[in-house]
């Protein structure tokens, strides 16, 4: 059977959608309790006899697969991208190869289910996943029980979703930020030993040892520079469309204003300050539907240790009508240096979007996904991490 304390990291309703979606035979009676723990023990139950059921309505490969989804990205909204140097495979290393090195390095616990997991040692690996490309390795994913937390529900395990992403060239370590508050380590410290232990350091270490993996931690400069980019990339898209909305007409009117207020060097720079305020206004009626790629809806500017200035758009919507924007906005592009910003991406061939916070700190970017992100997050995860290692 799946351990309770495992099943309590995903949703009721989830659960109640799967076995809709698989037609099980009197579902909500099978589930019904007075509490919610004791609905979490139904469920446990229910799995078990469907899976030994041999005309049940899903297989165990089936719900395996439901829960990993669930547990690696689902339940997991705070993220740590990192780079590494070494490891086992490449993106050019073959599907075959790769799996063949897994399957012989039992430790690796390669594509084990979830359900004969019942430890309750830290850092425990649960099992490890390969995703290919064009039969060419592209992701290793290892599911790992970090420990556990108290909450509402009881003892919960709390887990920890780490890939090895070959074709974008970072690592990535996913946690549930409500169980990092809840648990008794420290954030910097959890992850030094979660680095620790996929470097095969220590005695949790030795199950990832055949990884041969070394994390890189960034540097704050380079964390900086890569919001940075991000940034600039959404505030050139908005820049265009307001541009788009001036015309050749206004800016002789600004020049002419100028001149009449006895400037006779009339520089770029006077010329943007005067248009920033134009483009407060303008922003107030576009709608959001305007930016093909997405907008920004906060920013932290920081010089040295000091913040600079804290805007955000309280509803997530595009920023582009705050003054302390535009009042930045030349100073942030001549840093070339963004300590935090809220991104709202609209994904390329899709109706989907994605919101999150990227900020730089403990020699990380850091991503954190808003909770209504979380249906489909495996998605917008790829899309979110492509984004940033592209920048990086």
């Given at each position: ?56 309505a ?112 970072v ?25 620790d ?69 009339i ?12 483009y407060?206004d ?52 001549g ?18 979007s ?39």
């Amino acid at each position: 059977m799946f351990r309770t304390e495992t099943l309590k990291n995903i949703h009721i309703k989830d659960f109640e959608e799967f076995f809709k979606e698989k037609d099980v035979k009197r579902r909500s009676a099978r589930m019904k309790h007075n509490t919610t723990i004791d609905r979490y023990n139904m469920i446990s139950k229910l799995i078990k006899e469907e899976v030994d059921n041999p005309n049940g309505a899903f297989t165990k490969s089936e719900i395996n697969n439901f829960i990993f989804k669930k547990l690696f990205y689902d339940n997991n909204n705070y993220e740590y991208i990192l780079k590494y140097s070494n490891f086992f495979a490449t993106k050019f290393t073959k599907r075959s190869v790769a799996e063949k090195y897994l399957r012989e390095n039992p430790l690796l616990k390669f594509n084990e289910t979830l359900e004969n997991t019942s430890s309750d040692k830290d850092y425990e690996l649960f099992t490890s996943k390969l995703d290919c490309q064009s039969e060419n390795a592209s992701a290793i994913h290892l599911l790992v029980r970090v420990g556990f937390v108290n909450n509402f529900l009881g003892k919960v395990d709390f887990f920890a979703g780490i890939t090895v992403d070959l074709q974008n060239s970072v690592l990535i370590v996913r946690l549930n930020y409500r169980h990092i508050k809840s648990s008794n380590k420290e954030p910097l410290k959890l992850l030094k030993e979660i680095k620790d232990l996929i470097s095969g350091t220590g005695l949790s270490g030795k199950s990832f040892v055949p990884l041969k993996l070394n994390p890189i931690s960034l540097d704050e400069d380079t964390a900086n520079k890569t919001i940075f980019a991000l940034y600039k990339e959404l505030s050139s898209e908005a820049e265009d469309l307001l541009n788009a909305r001036m015309t050749e007409e206004t800016e002789d009117k600004i020049k002419e204003f100028l001149k009449e207020t006895g400037i006779t060097e009339i520089k770029d720079e006077y010329l943007e300050q005067i248009k920033a305020v134009l483009y407060q206004d303008i922003s107030r009626n576009i709608n959001p539907s305007s930016f093909k790629k997405g907008w920004i809806f906060r920013f932290d500017f920081r010089e040295g240790n000091l913040t600079r200035a804290t805007s955000k758009h309280e509803k997530k919507g595009p920023i582009y009508s705050s003054k302390t924007y535009w009042q930045l906005k030349e100073l942030i592009y001549g840093e070339e240096r963004m300590h935090e910003a809220g991104f709202h991406w609209k994904i390329p061939r899709s109706s989907d979007s994605v919101d999150v916070r990227v900020y730089s700190r403990n020699d990380t970017i850091i991503v954190h996904y808003y909770y209504n992100m979380r249906i489909d997050r495996k998605e917008k995860d790829e899309f979110v991490v492509q984004k940033i290692a592209r920048n990086l």
